[in-house]
């Protein structure tokens, strides 16, 4: 079946510039995740949804980030301002639940902000 | 807090030798352990889960892992390595009393010499 699909693939922005990066998760998977990997800091955890529980917001760096999830499913992160540090790829992933579930991750979105 | 360490950046083998990649975690509770393998600009993929029962554990492509409790370990192994298992093994935690995100180790870059 399919997997978890992001878009864009590349986005490159100026600084300063807002930017959103999309994920749709796996059909029938209730959690959602985000994470960030780049070169200085590895895999990041950022965010976390679990159905209609309140996402669980502890990794996210900044104020500047921020994520929704609507009706369940495609989840959007937001990155507002962007600052050259925001360079990385993203990562979503999603799972049947939490727990024990093992998470399946989309291909990522390399951010570029130059 | 929840940490995983993986001591080598990278390994080297011959075809046809065994393989081992080396992790340590250290969680309050109970651990959940994962290995994700990621191919050059692909997303991670998922090879294998310790939850709890059997300490050995099988997963995808021949790989297997081994929980051991005292020495807070969770190693991957192949018998035979193939020039195609070359590529970046993550292996990360998800600490049960912690919530359901992963902490991810640094990577460790498998080369596989023909």
């Known amino acids: 079946g399919a997997g978890v699909s992001q878009s864009p693939s590349n986005k490159v922005t100026e600084k300063g510039k807002d930017v959103e990066l999309r994920c749709d998760p796996i059909?029938?998977?209730?959690?959602l995740y985000w994470y960030r990997q780049s070169l200085g800091q590895g895999l990041e955890f950022l965010i976390y949804f679990q159905g209609n529980s309140a996402p669980d917001k502890s990794g996210l760096p900044s104020d500047r980030f921020s994520a929704e999830r609507t009706g369940g499913s495609v989840s959007t992160l937001t990155i507002q301002r962007t600052q050259q540090e925001d360079s990385a790829v993203y990562l979503c992933a999603s799972s049947l639940g939490g727990q024990g579930y093992e998470q399946y991750f989309g291909p990522g979105t390399r951010l570029t902000v130059t | 807090a929840q940490s995983v360490a993986q001591p080598e950046d990278q390994v080297n083998v011959a075809e046809g030798n065994p393989l081992t990649v080396k992790c340590t975690y250290s969680v309050s509770g109970n651990p959940y352990l994962f290995w994700y393998v990621q191919y050059p600009n692909r997303g991670l993929q998922f090879l294998l889960k310790y939850i709890t029962g059997d300490n050995l554990v099988k997963g995808s492509y021949g790989f297997e892992a081994e929980f051991n409790k005292s020495q807070t370990s969770f190693h991957l192994k192949k018998p035979s390595a193939l020039v195609s298992d070359s590529a970046l093994y993550f292996c990360a935690v998800r600490d049960k009393a912690a919530g359901n995100k992963l902490t991810f180790g640094g990577g460790t870059r498998v080369l596989v010499k023909p």
């Open positions: 059909s029938g998977h209730t959690a």
